[in-house]
């Protein structure tokens, strides 16, 4: 039985273990073993030693799982949980097969503008409050080191959530 890594912002859910419990009993109606951060085992009570702690349990994860699935929809802002984006480039790197999930395919510059603040500037892109052009328009709905971080691992962005995913799996074995 293979083994998926769920990685995403799930975790800070107010109800994360039942949002992740569903999950894995989803991954398990399709045949699969699920693994999320919650499954490391985190005893440090001093709040660095914890962070750094968890830290190591979810890459060890990372590390036994076959797959990763990420949720990729926006968090707290317009682009994806940065500790999300962490995991799918370290699972690449480990050459795992990455997947991702969103439900906006729209443009990322699209995407950004409709959930931050922007204006137009003269170059002719839109610019963010901090000074940034939002200037990267490639069809990506998420940056573009994650997508093809996805698609060089055999993986893809997908639209929808992830029961979509282990079906596209289900058709792909």
Same mark, same amino acid.
């Given at each position: 039985? *293979? %083994?998926?890594?769920? !990685?995403?912002?799930?975790? /800070?859910?107010?109800?994360?273990?039942?949002?992740?419990?569903?999950?894995? %009993?989803?991954?398990?109606? /399709?045949? @699969?073993?699920?693994?999320?951060?919650?499954?490391?085992?985190?005893?440090?009570? *001093?709040?660095?030693?914890?962070?750094? *702690? $968890?830290?190591?349990? =979810?890459?060890? #994860? $990372?590390?036994?799982?076959? #797959?990763?699935? !990420?949720?990729?929809?926006?968090?707290?802002?317009?682009?994806?949980?940065?500790? %999300?984006?962490?995991?799918?480039? @370290?699972? /690449? !790197?480990?050459?795992?097969?990455?997947?991702?999930?969103?439900?906006?395919?729209?443009?990322?510059?699209? #995407?950004?503008?409709?959930?931050?603040?922007?204006?137009?500037?003269?170059? +002719? @892109?839109?610019?963010?409050?901090?000074?940034? &052009?939002? =200037?990267?328009?490639?069809? =990506?709905?998420? =940056?573009?080191?994650?997508?093809?971080?996805? #698609?060089?691992?055999? +993986?893809? &962005?997908?639209?929808?959530?992830?029961?979509?995913? &282990?079906?596209?799996?289900?058709?792909?074995?």
């Amino acid at each position: 039985m *293979q %083994t998926i890594y769920l !990685a995403g912002p799930d975790v /800070f859910l107010a109800n994360a273990l039942e949002v992740l419990n569903k999950a894995k %009993t989803l991954c398990a109606s /399709f045949g @699969y073993r699920a693994l999320t951060p919650f499954d490391g085992e985190v005893t440090d009570k *001093q709040l660095l030693d914890r962070a750094n *702690q $968890i830290f190591l349990e =979810n890459i060890s #994860i $990372i590390d036994r799982s076959d #797959i990763v699935i !990420a949720n990729c929809n926006p968090f707290r802002g317009a682009c994806v949980d940065d500790g %999300t984006s962490f995991e799918i480039g @370290y699972a /690449f !790197a480990k050459r795992k097969i990455v997947f991702g999930y969103l439900n906006d395919k729209r443009s990322l510059p699209e #995407i950004v503008n409709s959930r931050i603040p922007t204006k137009p500037h003269d170059s +002719g @892109y839109m610019i963010d409050n901090d000074g940034f &052009l939002v =200037n990267e328009d490639f069809g =990506n709905s998420i =940056n573009l080191m994650l997508e093809f971080s996805m #698609i060089h691992s055999g +993986g893809s &962005l997908v639209l929808g959530n992830l029961e979509s995913v &282990l079906k596209l799996l289900k058709t792909l074995s």
